[in-house]
């Protein structure tokens, strides 16, 4: 996962020498915390390199200066090598808030499916259980070498943000091709999108978020809304700009937003949603709000229905991509209990020889005052 420019970009370690770290620990010292420090001196003895089997350390960078760090060790407490354990995640002060933190903690659990079936680690601050919290952590008792844990094992997790990206690279000419002047077939959601642009028109910066070749961002930019289209893929995010220069366009995941807290009067997710498995659909929810103000507005569309699609071709091109169907009660649900209160909710049948032949659901929901 990347960021444009001036974010973090979130990457793999190999190699961490000293000068690169030198900020996090003399930082990290200064409000009595050893942990940085000791990061650097287990690396420098070979005590822990973040070597073994499954083991990984990742580093936030920004203009290539390290600002953040969270490593995935073997779990020495445990006595088991499926159970992974979270280690030293720091973040510089100045770049606290704006979803660095939870884009490590979100590269580790990636990192650790497969090699690990739980996830467990040990904190006593507050804001960081909340972090893990709103990850999907489960606090855990009884332990003194584990505040939380989160199952692996089992879970429906979203396919591998590299093979999406990757596949939607692939498609990204013929998809602007067919879906940049679909909305022109589309009158229930233009109408839609027009309401939403009432409401948040002139209020700030709104996200499109999985917003392909900016076919979407481009409709509410004509309706007087300053936008900001954020894709995983590169090549989408290409066309988008080529298609609408006007418009801020940049390479992201919706899940780990490079975006402060309360940043945004409003979001569109159309059909983005629909490539998060269940069990991080609350976590991805939370982070919406995270990013959204107190009181914003969120509209998604997504195809209704209980079944994964799996295409190996689309377009043309060979991809792998699942297509997930979503219940709109279910739906609902996750919403409240990330912080929204749903106000609408709008059913419709498919338009013919104008997109996939699926009912359509869309939601509208604002996010807590209390945020």
Known sequence: ??????????????????????????????????????????????????????????????????????????????????????????????????????????????????????????????????????????????????????????????????????????????????????????PLDRHLLNRFAENVRGRGLVADLGCGPGHVARYLHEQGVRMLGVDLSPRMIDWARKRSPEIEFRVGDMRALDLPDGALPGIVAFYSLIHIAENEMGPTLRELRRVLAPGGLLLVAFHIGEEIVHRDELWGPAVSLDFRFLMPSPMVAHLVEAGFLVMERVEREPYPEVEHPSRRCYLLARSSADQ
């Open 1 to 186: 996962m990347s960021g444009e420019p001036g974010g973090a970009r979130i990457e793999r370690l190999r190699e961490l020498p000293d000068a690169r770290l030198a900020p996090l620990i003399t930082e990290s010292e200064q409000a009595g915390l050893r942990f940085v420090r000791r990061l650097a001196e287990e690396r420098a003895s070979g005590q822990n390199r973040f070597d073994r089997p499954g083991e990984a350390l990742f580093g936030a960078l920004v203009d290539g200066r390290l600002v953040g760090a969270c490593g995935l060790n073997v779990d020495p407490y445990a006595g088991d090598p499926r159970v992974g354990r979270v280690r030293h995640l720091y973040v510089l002060a100045a770049h606290r808030r704006l979803g660095v933190g939870r884009r490590l903690v979100g590269a580790v659990v990636a990192a650790a499916h497969g090699p690990f079936a739980t996830l467990r680690l040990s904190t006593a601050n507050p804001p960081a259980a909340r972090l893990y919290e709103a990850l999907g952590f489960e606090q855990h008792d009884g332990d003194v070498h584990c505040t939380h844990r989160l199952e692996l094992s089992g879970a429906r997790t979203t396919e591998d943000p590299s093979r999406t990206r990757e596949s939607y690279d692939e498609i990204a000419a013929a998809s602007t091709e067919r879906l940049f002047t679909e909305l022109a077939g589309k």
